[in-house]
């Protein structure tokens, strides 16, 4: 297959594969991971260098907690729930307001309310943890 | 004719305002909050003033202020957009006690038409179809569903002093008549500080037809035909498209819709430019919601079938100008399409997605017309509405305006922000949407981005991606070692990627 | 219909070509040269194939190289754009033996209509008006300055296979024939390949008026209206519009003009879409000037009138559809501009400007059309034509065409280049302009970026400058203080500021 | 006078003066100087640093020898020219071509020709002398 990219600038890729033209939008979202745009769809894509590879650590992904993360920046309206309460799969936990729309967060699992990091009025930049469930 | 011209508003709009003036030859003054100070209608106008904090109740909604700013500056008029003081009688008389022409209906048209159940009783009277309801609001929740049990299921909860779908509810079935009271209440109350519901009975798959009016002050009215709005997302419109594709091939119903707006509008006592809103069912009976007693967003379709600049119409009838349309003088032309373009994540839920716009591409080209609040650069606030563009297209059919739009959106790029724009690339795609079927719960029921099958762009596509991703990584290494004096690092060009994808149709 | 159409062309009108074959569900495949691999009419194709090196020589003129393409990647059909091998009557001749449909006139019509003493003949066997003149070339200098005797000076000495006013002349009186002569023949070997010369009686004070017209492959004609092209800078048109401000007031001659237009488009054995030019005088005599058998660079103006996509209907005639349109059944409706954003430096003679635009913000809003073949961060390459974009504007006047345009050009940014955006600003405030009193002549006298008075923005305006720059030099100076690690040097914020000034009126 | 200045981004500046608002693009065209376009006007402007004020030399500007240089970057299709010519004031030098327009370059001085640098086939960029007239 004959591949061609060039560099448009500002993330912008023109790819041509046997001649079909792709233009892919990058924007990265951390050390060479990238929220791609082609097409009308956006992959999330991480290229993995084989140096790095080496160093990555075996994934703690499945440890029981859970950290409930503003989704974008706003203000805290109301947090519906307090240290040690129990609560359950999609309980609403924390009303946050942007846009002059309101988010209700909602607990990802049953469990126990380990910690509670906003109050209302605060405000919150996106992916601050504001609620802890274990 | 006036020389000066204060906007009370911010976003689009207030750049669309700026815009005609400019073209009528009328010096523009913007005001904003600490939030706004580089915002692009702050950029375009010939002035610009501060008038407070981000909070628009700091800013925006300060009538003092505002007018305090019209009266250093020496403006003669006050054109308030849509939203904020648009539609707030107090704002109107204050304007005039001040010797500023307003931009808009008289206060008293304003204020009945602001209360929803006054609005009833003035068309119901005047003999404009209206909804079986209640004719004011209900005492209470007995009331309500006395109300209910003799009309019958389903029937709407609406806050009287409502708009833009708060404090309203949809009720099934008896049961849930006292939580759905008391929701419609507690919204009302927060949003418009008047808790007061009225009940109508509910029309099933309803319509949201509009037809736009234009009065001078001297009492000549003429409409500019109507404009279908159904699709609606949490009662927020989305896209909406002229001529209505239900009511076109229906020369009577049209007829009959667009006199019963100019009745409505006569009722109110109307002057300048204002829409009149009617629910309309499968059998195109139709019955008046409310009326906007300002300009809409999604006025450019209308401009776009008939010529008219509507800003400009606008600003002659404020300044005391005869209509210059005959009834009968008004050519239609086209069809035209507006998609509102959000700062909102449909990924996401629709969440707000605040801020810089790393990059901005319009589209162009034949039938495209764009507004917008937005430059490259810009930093979205999180204090206000979310709408950052509308795009309009406008074309000789409506199935070559779909056409249109679907190109113009391949074409429409915001980077740095989550928007709108992949949603209504599946809209457009949508065989119930291109059929012109749809009512104002399509968005909710039959269609969302969460709960519609969405496949990965086909292979090639990927590889695409995932080339462009490799070189990108390539040049910020190659950039990084540089800038650190290192010597390159060996880079394996066949280096392994992990790749997930989400939304998008296939090609 | 065509499922792939190859656009043998770059630049803005390959993109606009390419926006309706995407409109149409055609796939569209792009050729580009090594100067071009990054260039905006690649990115929006659906394939892309390089022809050679950067000169056009080298590919965009290629015909063999350009069919290879056509034919490897299956194109069915062939969009010449203009230039290029728009009007190569060789490559539509090559076009038809490879299988693949050239969407424009017939080779034969290319041909006759390419030789300018050719077409004459024809049109005036025709009744068609022609400008009297030498029937075909002259012989030599004393055949020329015989005919120039017996017509009566001023005369024109015009290339045969001549275009663009290349190898043309005035000559005004008999001492100045035997030189011009032999530059009309040199430019004419120069650029053509042949210096066959005619003369013709010169037209003071003409104006360049056009007609387009459809045909299709049936032998069906229609107009669609006249153009007024008369603002030119050596020969090249820079502003159109339509109707033209001279045809508009005399509904008799515009009648006439168009029906000599498609009395010869039938002379020519035309089809597909094509554009008539005249000569006319101040009396709205008009003469038959040349055919261009192509779409013209300002076909935007008759799109925004008529609501018809040109390049749509080219595609359905060439895919052997009848017309869509009766004689009689095309709206015309209000009035549309276009003014042509060269890559030139209006304040330095209009000297070409190639490279990298460093900052690009289209205008939007209400009756505004952008075509562009260029985007933020992309170099303008400087082997080809310097246009990089067409702002077309619509309005219900003329009057409001100017002040739309006047409030687009405010709006429009080119950074890191120099344009002709300056230069439209201030044609707008011309009287003479604004008065549609315009002809070929009028930017060579009365105007020029040069010869214009032109004043320093009101002291305020400056000031703003100043300040700004100050700011800039500070975070400058700041950003390079921290760079390198120093201390944040002291700043004398009443720093001295020289300035000098340059173009531009006043407020 | 109220003055306000915001930085817009990308050379782009928001100014206000006693509440008259104008909108100044820079570009950069040296060392604190700018090539600023308001009100559709382009203005020159050397920001001087008092620092930088004393380093300066005096001028040499009248030096007698003029370069006439590529106003553009293009090819060069003709030399009219040869060293040592005698030349009147505004005569043809150079022909310089670029984006398919040819530009004479002629002599800004009655003077005599002491340098060459260019000849027909030659790609220039913008800036470079071509010939020196003395």
């Given at each position: 297959m004959k591949t061609d990219v060039a560099d448009l600038g500002a993330g912008n890729y023109s790819v041509i594969l046997d001649g079909n033209q792709y233009t892919v939008h990058l924007s990265p979202t951390g050390d060479a991971e990238y929220e791609v745009a082609v097409d009308g769809c956006v992959l999330a894509i991480k290229v993995l260098d084989p140096r790095s590879l080496a160093q990555r650590r075996p994934g703690s992904a499945d440890s029981g907690t859970h950290e409930v993360r503003a989704p974008m920046p706003g203000k805290v309206v109301a947090v519906h729930v307090s240290v040690g309460d129990n609560v359950g799969r999609e309980q609403g936990l924390v009303v946050v307001e942007a846009m002059k729309m309101q988010n209700e967060l909602r607990s990802p699992k049953q469990g126990r309310v380990a910690a509670v990091r906003a109050k209302p009025g605060d405000s919150v930049t996106a992916g601050e943890t504001l609620v802890v469930v274990d | 004719m006036f020389r000066k011209i204060l906007i009370a508003n911010r976003g689009e709009i207030a750049v669309r305002v700026i815009r005609t003036c400019r073209e009528m030859g009328i010096r523009t003054i913007a005001v904003y909050s600490e939030a706004d100070r580089t915002a692009k209608h702050v950029r375009v106008a010939d002035e610009a003033f501060a008038i407070g904090a981000a909070p628009a109740t700091e800013s925006y909604l300060r009538i003092e202020r505002i007018l305090d700013v019209a009266r250093r500056a020496g403006a003669e008029a006050i054109h308030p957009g849509y939203g904020f003081l648009s539609e707030n009688p107090d704002f109107a008389e204050a304007c005039a006690r001040g010797g500023i022409k307003f931009i808009g209906p008289p206060a008293q048209a304003i204020r009945s038409m602001g209360i929803k159940t006054r609005a009833r009783e003035i068309m119901a009277a005047a003999g404009v179809p209206v909804v079986p309801g209640?004719?004011?609001?209900?005492?209470d929740v007995e009331e309500a569903a006395a109300f209910a049990n003799k009309t019958g299921y389903p029937v709407m909860l609406k806050a009287a002093a409502g708009g833009g779908g708060k404090g309203m509810r949809l009720v099934e079935s008896p049961k849930d008549i006292a939580g759905a009271w008391a929701q419609a209440q507690g919204e009302a109350r927060q949003a418009f500080g008047d808790d007061a519901v009225y009940v109508e009975k509910a029309i099933l798959r309803p319509r949201h037809v509009e037809v736009q009016v234009l009065a001078d002050e001297g009492g000549n009215f003429v409409h500019l035909g109507e404009r279908e709005?159904?699709?609606?997302?949490r009662h927020q419109k989305i896209l909406e498209e002229t001529p209505s594709p239900l009511v076109e091939g229906n020369p009577r119903v049209r007829r009959d819709l667009c006199r019963a707006a100019i009745k409505a509008a006569r009722a109110a006592g109307y002057a300048n430019a204002g829409t009149v809103e009617f629910l309309m069912d499968a059998e195109c009976r139709f019955y008046f919601l409310e009326m906007n007693t300002r300009l809409q967003v999604e006025h450019p379709v209308t401009e776009l079938v008939t010529g008219i600049d509507l800003v400009k119409e606008q600003i002659l009838i404020a300044a005391g100008k005869k209509l210059r349309f005959a009834p009968d003088g008004i050519r239609f032309s086209g069809h035209a399409m507006e998609c509102r373009v959000y700062a909102e994540d449909p990924r996401a839920g629709f969440l707000p997605s605040p801020g810089r716009i790393a990059r901005l591409a319009l589209p162009e080209g034949p039938g495209i017309r764009v507004d917008s609040g937005a430059e490259e650069g810009w930093t979205v606030p999180l204090e206000y509405d979310p709408l950052i563009a509308k795009l309009c297209a406008w074309a000789p059919t409506r199935d070559e305006v779909i056409a249109r739009l679907r190109r113009a959106l391949q074409e429409f790029v915001v980077g740095g922000i989550a928007t709108t724009l992949g949603f209504f690339k599946q809209l457009l795609e949508d065989p119930r949407f291109q059929a012109g079927d749809i009512d104002t719960g399509l968005l909710e029921q039959g269609f969302s981005m969460g709960t519609v099958k969405t496949a990965l762009p086909r292979d090639e596509a990927r590889l695409a991606a995932m080339l462009a991703a490799v070189q990108a990584s390539r040049d910020s290494q190659r950039n990084a070692s540089e800038l650190r004096g290192q010597r390159a690092s060996r880079w394996k060009a066949h280096a392994r990627l992990s790749i997930a994808g989400h939304g998008g149709p296939s090609r």
């Open positions: - | 209640t004719p004011s609001a209900a005492r709005c159904s699709l609606q997302r």
